[in-house]
Nanobody, 125 residues
């Protein structure tokens, strides 16, 4: 089992920044990739960013490229999402996810086996 706890959400004005953290515990050695997803009000959950164990491969949805950066600290079992130049359309509940299997499409939620409870990000205009 793997447990994930997100933190760092909050209210920020458009153009501002936030850094989300996701701390993993349990069988962390089995984690291959980690990702961030979000669900905006009235919309389906969507992929935001993903990163493999080594950190050598990162993936982003087009709408956040150049603004968001995903990174991980394996010594701390933590993954981060640095969000800059935030827009009102970034408002959502952000979820951290951990996947155990290699060779999967990290853009899809089916690639992930464990999920956090989510943290709210609200961007005001």
């Amino acid at each position: 089992q793997v447990q994930l706890v997100e933190s760092g959400g909050g209210l920020v004005q458009a153009g501002g920044s936030l850094r989300l953290s996701c701390a993993a515990s349990g069988r962390t050695f089995s984690i291959y990739a980690m990702g961030w997803f979000r669900r905006a009000p009235g919309k389906e959950r969507e992929f935001v960013a993903g990163i493999t164990r080594s950190g050598g491969n990162t993936y982003y949805v087009n709408s956040v490229k150049g603004r968001f950066t995903i990174s991980r600290d394996n010594a701390k079992n933590t993954v981060y999402l640095q969000m800059n130049s935030l827009k009102p359309e970034d408002t959502a509940v952000y979820y951290c996810a951990a996947g155990l299997r290699s060779g999967t499409n990290l853009y899809r939620d089916r690639a992930y086996d464990y999920w956090g409870q989510g943290t709210q990000v609200t961007v005001s205009s």
